[in-house]
Nanobody, 132 residues
Framework: QLKLAESGGGSVPAGGSLRLSCTAS??????????MGWFRQAPGKDREGVAA????????YYADSVKGRFTISQDYAKNTVYLQMNSLKFEDTAMYYC???????????????????????WGQGTQVTVSS
């Protein structure tokens, strides 16, 4: 029922920036609350939680590897979540996925926001490539 679509990936030099977008269709943010997450996966590696946001209160969560460089935000009117990626490094290269799951309390979300197994809905991914 809920569908996610990512966009904004591309190829950039180290130190550059990209802004990823994830648009959800099916249920508006104004009537339901979700945990929305960004994950990434490089060839031969496990899927890694990057950032997440609780739409009910705007609470955000980040992996240690991206703190201070990436920012997750939301636009309720557009049913869209963004990931602003600055100071990109070669090791940020991966396929980036948007994910979502219904969430009603921020306390519960904080424990699982960066765990891929928690999420029920996934987008198809957008490739981010950073040259060294």
């Amino acid at each position: 029922q809920l569908k996610l679509a990512e966009s904004g990936g591309g190829s950039v030099p180290a130190g550059g920036s990209l802004r990823l977008s994830c648009t959800a269709s099916g249920v508006p943010f104004t009537t339901s609350t979700y945990c929305m997450g960004w994950f990434r996966q490089a060839p031969g590696k496990d899927r890694e939680g990057v950032a997440a946001i609780y739409t009910g209160g705007g609470n955000t969560y980040y992996a240690d590897s991206v703190k201070g460089r990436f920012t997750i935000s939301q636009d309720y009117a557009k049913n869209t979540v963004y990931l602003q990626m600055n100071s990109l490094k070669f090791e940020d290269t991966a396929m980036y996925y948007c994910a979502a799951r219904e969430a009603s309390t921020v306390v519960a979300v904080s424990l699982v926001a960066l765990r891929s197994g928690y999420y029920r809905y996934w987008g198809q991914g957008t490739q981010v490539t950073v040259s060294s």
